[in-house]
């Protein structure tokens, strides 16, 4: 028997390239039953390449909720009302993440994120050229 590979349930700090991978589910809250949350599955990568599991748990009064719903497609109405849009499978943008404690439980680290933006945001433009000759790189012998 092998050992299975060790998975973080914390991811590190930083930004990472999310696909939605699954549709929104409701949820109960374990610590106030009169509430509800959804959450979101996302397959997420890191500059490395690496790729990470995660579920955002969320609700519409998270701070990013309005701009996650315009960059999956949602529409914005005259009165500031954003209706979200009918699929979410399949759509990318960048997500930066943060570790912070846990509301409920200092002791305990969870992912927050803070900001999110366009994919093409992330991607980096060529270099322009300016016609001249590059200078010569000058090597240290060591």
């Given amino acids: 028997m092998t050992l299975p590979s060790f998975k973080p349930s914390v991811l ?5 390239l999310a696909e939605i991978i699954s549709d929104p589910v409701e949820k109960t809250s374990p ?3 009169t509430k509800t949350f959804l959450t979101l599955g996302m397959d997420l990568q ?3 390449g690496e790729h990470f599991s995660y579920s955002w748990a969320f609700n519409d009064k998270a701070h ?3 701009e996650m719903l315009l ?4 529409k914005e109405e005259a009165s500031g009302i954003v209706i979200p849009p009918n ?3 399949g759509k990318f943008f960048v997500i930066h993440l943060i570790e912070r404690a846990a509301k409920n439980d200092a002791t305990k680290m969870v992912n927050e994120i803070v ?3 366009p994919q093409a945001e992330l ?3 060529p270099e322009k050229e300016t016609g001249e000759d590059p200078e010569p790189e000058t090597k240290v012998p060591f």
């Fill in 64 to 66: 990013v909720y309005r």
């Fill in 87 to 89: 699929s979410y499978r």
């Fill in 115 to 117: 900001r999110v933006r």
């Fill in 71 to 74: 960059l999956l497609g949602g």
């Fill in 31 to 33: 610590f106030d039953q």
């Fill in 123 to 125: 991607d980096v433009e």
């Fill in 12 to 16: 590190p700090s930083g930004e990472y």
């Fill in 46 to 48: 890191n500059a490395r």
